[in-house]
């Protein structure tokens, strides 16, 4: 029985080993196998990460760019990128919002051939998505990257638009005064030349320049609480042609004899505007006050060879725009007093009142009645193409000393002192108090001009 019960022993042992060693075998074949599948899927994304890398610097340094990449060989896999670009010109479908002769309330959006857009949009449509605050600016670049790897494969969508000059608090090509003691900025800051300081200014967002920083006064020492860095270049490269074809609202010489139009826009607490307007020296006509939405639905207004002037408070969205076509001394935005929102974002953060300026030549604070002695309130992102933004010079020389508050930003060609100052301490006019309004980061006002290079705004995985 010894002998056996021994056998019978080492028989069912051995079962036992030859059970648990086929299960090792089992469990080793599923974890390489495991592995096998996760690096392959690793490196299937990697491949489609790279593509889509790959494509969107080509686009960064040919705005036009749609060619894409078919069957490439990559790191032992395969990679296909797939590129839709409005920008490039080509025969492929481009979306354009389609208004109805009459019926802006029918308008809808349509995919229509290249070719075909010119004529759409010589009868009223515009470039983009309806009602898209991106407006006739809303170039897009689709990235489409599929990275294949021993069988996988993975997807990586990215789209790709021009930057909002809005999404800045300040912008300058250069700059001929210099914040100083006193000023203080917020939101992104750059300069497209060197930045000149004088004494203590404050920066409480990121500071960019294209050639450096200049410090004077005494003592040499701004604040950078949002960190500073050169080299970084983004011209200043904007017409305002487009968005003429896109306004909602034009402003013109209707007698065909090529004279100018100023215009008053008085906007009003309750939603509406004041308006009227002359051509070349004539009265003004009787001002009329009518809806924001009915004078211009889309929210841009666009002055065709004139200046506007205007005031109030803003209930609503609305981009207004004065061009100045050759003549001399137009293209200007007057503001005879304070401009700001019904529903104050400060305060308010759902507000979604919102303003864009934008003037060929220079944006003003008007000296008047209304402003000399006074604190001045504006709240817009302001873009003066080739002129500077400020106080008029009998503001800046007045014997009070006062303050500007802007809520928004200021982009122009050139900078533009505001004060009067005793080497680097303002004495008279007004010192520049600015706060960026944080929702220019992601929504900015209709149609707001954009930069001639795109950004990444999503990346889908």
């Not at 802006?104 to 070719?115: K, Q």
């Amino acid at each position: 029985m010894g002998g056996r019960a021994s056998m019978l022993l080492v028989i069912g042992f051995s079962l036992i080993f030859m059970s648990l060693s086929n299960n090792f075998n089992t469990l080793s074949l599923k974890s390489i196998e495991g592995y096998t599948g996760y690096y392959s899927e690793t490196m299937a994304y990697n491949i489609a990460v790279s593509g889509a890398n790959m494509a969107a610097n080509q686009i960064f340094m040919d705005r036009t760019w749609d060619a894409g990449y078919s069957n490439l060989s990559l790191n032992g896999g395969v990679l296909n990128v797939y590129v839709s670009n409005t920008a490039s010109g080509a025969s492929g479908k481009v979306k354009i919002c389609h208004i109805p002769p009459g019926n802006y309330g029918a308008r809808h959006t349509l995919e229509i051939p290249a070719a075909a857009v010119p004529a759409h949009l010589a009868h009223g449509d515009y470039l983009g998505v309806c009602d898209s605050a991106q407006g006739y600016s809303s170039q897009t670049a689709t990235i489409v990257s599929e990275g294949t790897y021993n069988g996988i494969t993975k997807t990586i969508n990215v789209e790709l638009r021009p930057a909002s000059y809005a999404k800045y608090g300040n912008f300058y090509a250069t700059m001929s005064a210099m914040p100083a003691t006193g000023d203080t900025f917020n939101g992104p800051f750059h300069v497209n030349g060197k930045l000149y300081t004088s004494g203590s200014p404050v920066f409480w967002g990121k500071v960019t320049s294209k050639s450096g920083l200049v410090m004077q006064g005494n003592p040499k020492n701004p604040k950078f609480y949002g960190g500073y860095e050169t080299g970084v270049d983004i011209p200043n490269d904007f017409d305002t042609t487009g968005m003429r074809m896109s306004a909602s609202k034009v402003f013109r010489d209707t007698t065909g004899s090529g004279k100018t139009t100023d215009v008053k826009l008085y906007f009003n607490a309750d939603g509406t505007v004041t308006y009227s307007n002359r051509i070349g020296t004539a009265a003004y006509s009787t001002p009329k006050t009518v809806p924001l939405t009915t004078l211009a639905p889309n929210g841009l207004i666009y002055v065709e060879k004139g200046n506007i002037y205007t005031k109030g408070t803003l209930n609503g969205r609305a981009t207004i725009v004065a061009s100045k076509k050759g003549a001399y001394g137009y293209g200007k935005v007057i503001m005879e007093d304070n401009l700001q929102y019904n529903a104050d974002p400060k305060t308010n953060p759902a507000s979604t009142d919102m303003l864009g300026i934008v003037a060929e030549s220079d944006i003003r604070i008007q000296d008047n009645a209304n402003t000399r002695g006074k604190d001045i309130i504006t709240q817009a992102s302001m873009y003066s193409v080739n002129g500077t933004v400020g106080p008029d010079d009998g503001l800046v020389t007045q014997s009070f000393l006062g303050s500007w508050k802007i809520l928004g930003g200021v982009i122009a060609a050139d900078t533009r002192v505001t004060a009067t100052y005793w080497g680097s301490t303002p004495i008279k006019g007004l010192r520049f108090v600015h706060r960026y309004d944080d929702r220019f980061m992601t929504a900015v006002p209709p149609f707001f001009p954009k930069t001639k290079y795109y950004e990444i705004v999503s990346w889908f995985e």
